[in-house]
């Protein structure tokens, strides 16, 4: 508990939210001193991670990797820890508001880095840091540039491949983690199919023959180390296996305070967790008992499955609702929309069918000329036997797919998205995000659409059903939260994890044991419930603040408006009161 104690002191010096303090070190002094050392820091950041550069916008990075040799990996380390030194002597006295602002963010995002690579040990003990190495996704994905242009790129990262993963193999340590092994394997099998199927497929009509010689040379050689890497895993590394996984409760209470800025112990946040669970099923039961009180929740519940679209309206019915939930966002003032372009509602790319039901993917902050966005759906597989493609619609029942909606596109993700890019936030605001505010906003937008109404019509059944569905995939996110804690400081394995969820999500032994595995490696997957209990907090209080002048559009397209920073962030810019700054959760 010592280990605890120093670091929950050194949350109220490292993150000191209430005030600036009075900094008497001889060290970066001003506003241009900072912005000179953040621009400094950016460009050796980004040059070291150019995957993340051109996933920002940035196309210089083009056709770049990270160098992840030993030697390299230590000049990076070396070159954050000497910018942390920078920021830990700056006199925030001197620096603006806004300035201080980014300070923090650039702060914590430097003390996350460092962690990621002493106590998490990234490069040393996680397969999956290099099973999917070799993405060159981006470049079929996204019209930024002209396709031969983006094939030279791809053929510059594959002709990379075996290097990198030569690397890896030596960067790892002895005896790795199973879960993470296994996970990695699957990582590269998909990579390794994506680069030998789909990514041909997206380059077949290329008529430069010299070109996709070149390519197709790379290609090859990429799945080949990428297949080499997956067999290395499976003969060298699975036999060698542990399941030491758990992170450990010092490492879990840094996670919390350099990703989020809480002090808060573990068990303190797992019994809030715990406390919310349980009336999370009390708000489940209710809304059951309404739709049909002669049946157990939980078979309510899984009869809400059945009233779902065809594999043929599944695409075409979502884009209409998804329109019915942007006019309700207009028609109710819940919330600012800053343009009128539309994310396109489309079939989720073959290479990406393994990753989910439905996902959103927007453009870089950065981006200027591939600048749609995308909500992606999972399509049947006409190939499916016709249970197969039962099973796979009952996951798009009508509530559900609008709660996805809703958490993806409006007011979830895109919205997000939108406020972001017409905002004035800066640079270090645009490239540096707070997991629990990105996650916890649009899984705090299904909750706040439930309760103003959406979908129910004034129809109370109606309602309890889209209530239901919402209930449902809170309690997801609330067992996260507990398995997370439990997994990481409590010692529960992997089989415990899968009870959990399944006694309190109430689904099957194969979704309820891929989420308990997700525990393992995604620690930080407590932050959706965070994020979501941190806005209502902030809500609440800043509702009592404004009294009559509160609006639920005012409170929204502030909270959107400051870039994607920690929510006790957001509570000092939006709170008056000194006094409730640090009072989150």
């Known amino acids: 508990m010592k280990k605890i104690a120093s670091i929950i002191i050194l949350g109220a010096a490292l993150l000191g939210c209430q005030q600036k303090h009075a900094d008497t070190a001889k060290g970066l ?96 003990k996680n397969p999956m840091t290099y099973a999917g190495a070799v993405d060159v996704s981006i470049y079929i ?61 997206a380059l077949k009509d290329v008529k430069n023959d010299t070109l996709m010689k070149a390519f197709n040379a790379a290609n090859t050689a990429a799945i080949a180390a990428v297949n080499d890497f997956a067999t290395y895993l499976q003969k060298q590394k699975l036999p060698k296996a542990h399941n030491h996984y758990a992170i450990g409760e010092a490492n879990y209470q840094k996670m919390l305070l350099y990703n989020e800025g809480i002090t808060l112990t573990p068990e303190k946040i797992l019994e809030i967790g715990l406390k919310e669970l349980k009336k999370e099923q009390d708000s489940f039961n209710a809304a059951a008992k309404i739709i049909n009180p002669n049946k157990k929740p939980v078979d309510v519940y899984h009869d809400l499955q059945k009233d779902h679209p065809t594999a ?100 979830g993700h895109y919205t997000q998205f939108l406020h972001l890019n017409a905002s004035s936030a800066t640079k270090i605001e645009k490239i540096f995000g707070s997991y629990a505010f990105i996650e916890g906003w649009a899984h705090y937008c299904e909750k706040m659409m439930a309760d103003e109404g959406y979908g129910g019509n004034g129809d109370s059944v109606k309602a309890a059903k889209y209530r239901l569905a919402q209930s449902g995939d809170a309690l997801l996110r609330l067992c996260r939260l507990c398995v997370s804690i439990k997994t990481h400081t409590q010692g529960m394995t992997v089989d415990e994890g899968t009870k959990f969820f399944m006694d309190n999500w109430y689904q099957g032994d194969k979704p309820s044991r891929q989420e308990a595995l997700r525990g393992t490696f995604d620690p930080g997957y407590l932050f959706y419930t965070i994020g979501k209990l941190e806005l209502l907090k902030l809500r609440e209080d800043y509702k009592k603040q404004e009294g009559a002048n509160f609006t639920l559009k005012k409170f929204h397209d502030q909270v959107l408006d400051n870039g994607m920073p920690q929510v006790r962030m957001l509570r000092e ?9 640090g009072d989150a959760l």
């Not at 109710?332 to 990406?352: D, F, G």
């Open 141 to 201: 994905k996204r019209n930024f540039a002209p396709i031969e242009s983006r094939i030279k790129s791809i053929i510059a990262i594959e002709k990379q491949a075996p290097k990198i993963l030569a690397d890896a193999k030596l960067n790892l340590s002895d005896s790795l983690a199973k879960p993470y092994i296994e996970t990695a394997i699957q990582i590269a099998q998909g990579s390794a199919d994506f680069l030998g199927g789909d990514l041909k497929v």
């Open 312 to 411: 043929e309206t599944l695409i075409p019915g979502a884009r209409k609702t998804l329109e019915q939930i942007r006019q309700f966002l207009i028609d109710k003032s819940i919330v600012t929309m800053p343009s009128e372009v539309r994310v396109k509602v489309e079939e989720t790319p073959q290479y990406a069918r393994a990753t989910g039901t439905a996902s959103m993917d927007t453009p870089g902050p950065f981006e200027t000329t591939a600048t749609e966005a995308y909500y992606y759906i999972t399509p049947v597989d006409p190939k499916w036997t016709a249970q197969q493609k039962e099973d796979w619609l009952r996951q798009f029942d009508f509530y559900t797919t609008d709660n996805v909606s809703i958490h993806e596109a409006y007011p």
């Open 29 to 124: 002094s001003g506003d241009a001193a900072f912005q000179k050392l953040a621009d400094s820091y950016l460009d050796g950041y980004l040059a070291w991670r150019p995957a993340q550069g051109v996933a920002l916008g940035y196309h210089q990075y083009d056709g770049k990797v990270t160098d992840i040799s030993k030697a390299s990996l230590d000049k990076e380390l070396a070159r954050l820890k000497d910018f942390d030194g920078q920021l830990d002597s700056a006199d925030t006295a001197s620096f603006s508001p806004k300035v201080f602002y980014d300070y923090r963010i650039l702060r914590s995002a430097v003390k996350q880095e460092i962690w990621s690579f002493d106590d998490l040990g990234t490069y040393t």
């Open 573 to 581: 810019i939006m709170l008056k009161d000194k006094a409730t700054w």
